[in-house]
């Protein structure tokens, strides 16, 4: 009886999936920090930054 129903605009709706898809990919890439733990527990000594000068970003 007390449902309330929010009007969630076509724009918001999608930057709300823009920002799941990039979360997404970027775990995919770094992986959250319980599945890190596991891999420090079977050895792996960290990650090695591959690429250029870090100057560029600026």
Not at 27 to 41: K, L, T
């Amino acid at each position: 009886m007390g449902e309330v129903i929010r009007f969630v605009s076509k724009s918001e709706r999608e930057r709300a999936r823009l920002i799941q898809e990039a979360r997404a990919i970027y775990d995919s890439i770094f992986p959250p920090a319980d599945a890190a733990g596991e891999e420090q527990s079977k050895g792996t000594i960290g990650r090695t930054f591959i690429g250029g000068d870090r100057g560029d970003l600026s």
